[in-house]
Antibody, heavy 119, light 110 residues
Framework: QVQLVESGGGVVQPGRSLRLSCVAS????????IHWVRQAPGKGLDWVAI????????YYADSVKGRFTISRDNSKNTLYLQMNSLRAEDTAVYYC????????????WGQGTLVTVSS | EIVLTQSPGTLSLSPGERATLSCRAS???????LAWYQQKPGQAPRLLIY???SRATGIPDRFSGSGSGTDFTLTISRLEPEDFAVYYC???????????FGQGTKLEIK
């Protein structure tokens, strides 16, 4: 079955960097675009970024543009999120989510990894 | 950027009742690009409805979606105990490419 497993979260100081990973299994990873979506503690869902199946197209929320970079390694079935210049407001659970077919709907989700930005 | 506003913020109902959740967009959204998700505490969201009215795989037929333009509705015909959760609407578009969620409606047991 489809499985997405995020890792790399933790506590980081403001201004520092962190890289998240999402390892996929159970489906042809290289055929699907993948999102990053985050959720601050007790808050709603917040879209972060999406990358196309081949990694050529990437789109970002304005709140992370220029600070975060989404990438993928299809040979390793792995999605990444490089987060630089982290701010307190980036504190959240970060989910990776596979799209439904060729849409931007989020059909399958990982369990999330918590990023806490605090001094 | 399209802003989605969900109402009510909290809906208190009893099992067996009908739930009607609203999602209003700040500008017109193609029906093809509107979805609803359910999230239970400690869990990732789950896709319920896409294309405004199509049920995702495995979603019971008590869940239905409708609407067009700027007004969309998620209806749960007869609430089951497992339906009490937070519900989010989501839209995406191509000009410019992007995606946004509503702030959520919490459906709680009365």
């Amino acid at each position: 079955q489809v499985q997405l497993v995020e890792s790399g979260g933790g506590v980081v100081q403001p201004g520092r960097s962190l890289r998240l990973s999402c390892v996929a299994s159970g489906f042809p990873f290289s055929n699907y675009a993948i999102h990053w979506v985050r959720q601050a503690p007790g808050k709603g869902l917040d879209w972060v970024a999406i990358i196309s199946y081949d990694g050529k197209n990437k789109y970002y929320a304005d709140s992370v543009k220029g600070r975060f970079t989404i990438s993928r390694d299809n040979s390793k079935n792995t999605l990444y999120l490089q987060m630089n210049s982290l701010r307190a407001e980036d504190t959240a659970v970060y989910y990776c989510a596979r799209v439904l077919s060729t849409t931007w709907y989020m059909d399958d989700w990982g369990q999330g990894t918590l990023v806490t930005v605090s001094s | 950027e399209i802003v989605l506003t969900q109402s009510p913020g909290t809906l208190s109902l009893s099992p067996g009742e009908r739930a009607t959740l609203s999602c209003r967009a700040s500008q017109s959204v193609s029906s093809s690009y509107l979805a609803w998700y359910q999230q239970k505490p400690g869990q990732a969201p789950r896709l319920l409805i896409y294309g405004a009215s199509s049920r995702a795989t495995g979603i019971p037929d008590r869940f239905s979606g409708s609407g067009s333009g700027t007004d969309f509705t998620l209806t749960i015909s007869r609430l089951e105990p497992e339906d009490f959760a937070v519900y989010y609407c989501q839209q995406y578009g191509s000009s410019p490419p992007g995606c946004s969620f509503g702030q959520g409606t919490k459906l709680e047991i009365k």
